[in-house]
């Protein structure tokens, strides 16, 4: 069963730090390369970062490049993908959902992606 499951949102003021973590399990996801989209309320789904399957190329969205930082372990059955929020801002408040895919080209585009966990909410108070 292939599983994607986020943890670590929660409430936090502005300025302040989180860090998410995506369980990713069922299928080899070390083959893959890993996102973290996010979604506000009214908005569209909104590219924030994605790390190679080896983790040796990283991307980020301009509004959260030099705050947030992607990192991921290949364990042998678990594939755990962080994200280390930081400098956090009220605009940073949204549902955030990790994602998985094999494909090298539309990075940030969530059509790119094959499977998704369920989100966790970050809340950024002023």
């Known amino acids: 069963q292939v599983q994607l499951v986020e943890s670590g949102g929660g409430l936090v003021q502005a300025g302040g730090s989180l860090r998410l973590s995506c369980a990713a399990s069922?299928?080899?996801?070390?083959?893959?390369?890993m996102g973290w989209f996010r979604q506000a309320p009214g908005k569209e789904r909104q590219f924030v970062a994605r790390i190679s399957s080896t983790g040796v190329n990283t991307y980020y969205a301009d509004s959260v490049k030099g705050r947030f930082t992607i990192a991921r372990d290949n364990a042998k059955n678990t594939v755990t993908v962080y994200l280390q929020m930081n400098s956090l801002t009220t605009e940073d408040t949204a549902l955030y959902y990790c994602a998985a895919t094999q494909r090298l080209s539309g990075k940030t585009l969530p059509r790119s992606y094959d499977y998704w966990g369920q989100g966790t909410q970050v809340t950024v108070s002023s």
């Open positions: 069922g299928l080899t996801f070390s083959g893959y390369g």
